[in-house]
């Protein structure tokens, strides 16, 4: 896969999560809804780094809301390493062609 089909991959991922707790108003511990992300893939992946990060918060066990704050600021880290690895993409891609000719 190339880096801009994963990090659109990885967009959807993310913007399916936080879609669920925003569509149920989950937003608050006291609004926590239930999530259980797919067994197995890039959405389970995914909110095993939200939860982690604390963009999504575990109130109750099996109950999790939607931390708009830290949510903000995961998409912002989540951006500048898509950002990060294309720049040394293309730093490589650059390199090649001058070696190459």
Same mark, same amino acid.
């Not at 089909?5 to 991922?13: G, I, Y």
């Not at 707790?21 to 893939?41: Q, R």
């Not at 982690?52 to 708009?68: C, H, M, S």
């Given at each position: 896969? #190339?880096?801009?089909?994963?990090? @659109? $991959? =990885? /967009? *959807? /991922? *993310? *913007?399916?999560?936080? &879609?669920?707790?925003?569509?149920?108003?989950? &937003? #608050?511990?006291? %609004? /926590?809804? $239930?999530?259980?992300?797919? #067994?197995?893939? !890039?959405? %389970?992946?995914? +909110? /095993?780094?939200? !939860? &982690? +990060?604390?963009? =999504?918060?575990?109130?109750?066990?099996?109950? +999790?809301?939607?931390?708009? %704050?830290?949510?903000?600021?995961? *998409?912002?880290? #989540? !951006?500048?390493? @898509?950002?990060?690895?294309?720049?040394?993409?293309?730093? $490589?891609? $650059?390199?090649?062609? !001058?070696? &190459?000719?």
């Amino acid at each position: 896969m #190339s880096g801009a089909v994963v990090a @659109v $991959a =990885v /967009a *959807r /991922a *993310r *913007r399916r999560i936080a &879609t669920h707790f925003l569509d149920a108003g989950a &937003t #608050s511990k006291a %609004k /926590a809804v $239930a999530y259980a992300p797919p #067994s197995h893939g !890039l959405e %389970k992946r995914m +909110f /095993a780094r939200m !939860l &982690t +990060f604390g963009a =999504v918060v575990e109130a109750t066990p099996g109950q +999790f809301y939607l931390n708009e %704050k830290h949510f903000a600021d995961f *998409r912002k880290e #989540s !951006l500048a390493k @898509v950002l990060g690895i294309l720049a040394i993409a293309g730093f $490589a891609a $650059a390199g090649a062609m !001058l070696v &190459t000719g």
